[in-house]
């Protein structure tokens, strides 16, 4: 006869080292956050089914390999949880209103976000700090200058999280000190306990409002990434969003607020003074002097939005003990990541630049703003926002503008409002040679001296397989044109 055994089913208590074999975990979404979920589960003993909604090849592959495992996969699987479900685990692809989410709550079952689980996956004996950065735009440079900053000083490391290898992979797998991980806000509603040593919201614009349903849902769910901060809730003194939700911030005692700007810096801030990038946060005698960190040439490319993601980065490096050496040390060694104002080259006296990674209203105007005249490439699923305000802002720098994509009339709209006098050419073409058309379209608007700007301020997914695939036909496109050269070459 076998003795009756207790399980505490509390689901707070649930640690790596718990029983796993005694709960039934639905893993929701089979991409490479789920995938790395279910299979980590799965070594752990629990009982696991993974739903998607979809049931396509890549689906299908995955799939198969999880069922070796002993995982069972409900692929084209639509409503609620399955029953039996104790716990779910959600992708971050599933809106909050997603039927599943919401039988769930109905139900009584908790639900973790993909964060949420690695937190309780971490080793208890030696778990590595977290260091985290969110905002609209610039999340991934930041977070691969955080990490080149943590090599400098030392320290083994990992970029995980929306960058990177997974998350759960992360804190299974890896032998790190530190994790710098980038979070994006989809990864945010359906966390509960994590802690950061610091964390940074880095800027707040139109972005997902079509995943939250409203800008205030947005930026309340962009706000939980300071919640039980340890030691620094690091916010951009420019932008009042971020200011609010530091000083609205359930942080841990003793967590101070470490502000970062393009100009002076004041008291427990980082900041630029003389081309110099400076702290006055994390020094002893900060109300009479300042560190110097590094210079602006460091950054790389040293457009002022990159610099402020260089600050930030130093500000979270800083908190975790990071010296100011390692700081500059970090910034000369980052490679930056491709598609984010990348010059491809130029032709016939025009500068071809790749800003793909743009894919806001946001990130395109600081695009922008860092050429005096642009022609530029927009467009692509709008994702619901407002171009009015992007339009206003950049009108005088246009010499023309080419759009392509599902929503380019979003845009032509915008601008035939508040730029009317600028020329627009509308591409309706989607197949393989979209791009090369649009560019050819660019080349006779622009002047000798002009700039030639993909910035698209919209997701890829409508004609591309992702903003990289968009931004590498733009390349190739740019470098068709007669008389082009790559950067550093004579003509």
């Known amino acids: 006869m076998t003795p009756n055994v207790f399980i505490d089913k509390d689901p707070d208590s649930l640690r790596r080292d718990s029983e796993w074999g005694f709960w039934s975990v639905c893993v929701a979404g089979i991409g490479v956050a789920g995938f790395a979920c279910a299979d980590a589960l799965a070594q752990l003993g629990a009982k696991v089914t993974v739903v998607d909604a979809a049931d396509g090849e890549k689906q299908r592959e995955r799939a198969e390999i999880l069922d070796v495992l002993g995982v069972r996969v409900l692929l084209g699987h639509q409503g609620g949880v399955p029953e039996g479900t104790e716990l779910l685990v959600v992708s ?88 710098a991980i980038e979070v994006g806000a989809p990864q945010l509603p359906f966390v509960h306990t994590i802690s950061p040593v610091a964390a940074v919201c880095l800027n707040i614009a139109d972005d997902h409002i079509d995943h939250f349903g409203s800008m205030d849902a947005y930026v309340r769910t962009k706000a939980r990434i300071y919640e039980r901060v340890q030691e620094a809730a690091v916010y951009n003194v420019e932008d009042e969003a971020t200011v609010r939700m530091v000083e609205e911030a359930d942080v841990i005692e003793g967590c101070r607020a470490i502000g970062f700007t393009l100009g002076t810096p004041g008291l427990s801030m980082l900041g630029v003074v003389d081309d110099l990038l400076v702290d006055r946060a994390f020094i002893e005698d900060r109300a009479e002097r300042a560190q110097e960190l590094g210079s602006v040439q460091d950054v790389r490319p040293a457009a002022p939005h990159n610099v402020a993601n260089a600050l930030a980065a130093a500000a979270l490096a800083r908190a975790f003990g990071v010296p100011p050496t390692a700081v500059r040390d970090g910034l000369r060694a980052f490679e930056p990541a ?92 989607v197949d393989t040679g979209a791009m090369a058309e649009v560019v050819q379209h660019a080349a006779s ?20 397989r992702d903003y990289a695939d968009r931004g590498r036909q733009f390349a190739e496109a740019a470098s068709s044109m007669p008389g082009f050269a790559e950067p550093g070459e004579r003509p």
Request: proline share 4%.
């Open 338 to 429: 491709g598609h984010r104002i990348a010059e491809v080259g130029s032709a016939g006296g025009v500068r071809y630049i790749d800003d793909s990674k743009a894919t806001n209203t946001h990130a395109a105007q600081t695009s922008l703003r860092a050429f005096d005249k642009v022609v530029w490439i927009a467009g692509g699923m709008a994702k619901g926002q407002d171009f009015d305000e992007l339009v206003r802002a950049v009108r005088d720098r246009l010499r023309g503008v080419v759009l392509l994509g599902v929503d380019r009339e979003v845009i032509a709209q915008a601008l035939a409002r508040h730029a009317p006098d600028v020329p627009v050419i509308s591409v309706g073409t």
């Open 92 to 179: 971050p692809g599933l809106r909050p209103s997603d039927p599943l989410i919401v039988d769930a709550l109905e139900r009584g079952v908790p639900v973790w976000g993909e964060l949420e689980l690695a937190w309780r996956l971490r080793d208890p004996n030696r778990a590595a700090p977290w260091l985290c950065v969110t905002g609209t735009n610039g999340k991934t440079t930041t977070t691969l200058m955080l990490e080149s900053m943590l090599r400098a000083a030392g320290y083994r490391t990992a970029a995980a999280g929306n960058i990177g290898s997974s998350l759960v992979d992360a804190v299974m797998h890896d032998d790190v000190e530190v994790i």
């Open 445 to 464: 608007l622009a002047q000798s001296g002009d700039v030639v700007l993909l910035a698209p301020g919209c997701a890829s997914w409508d004609m591309f």
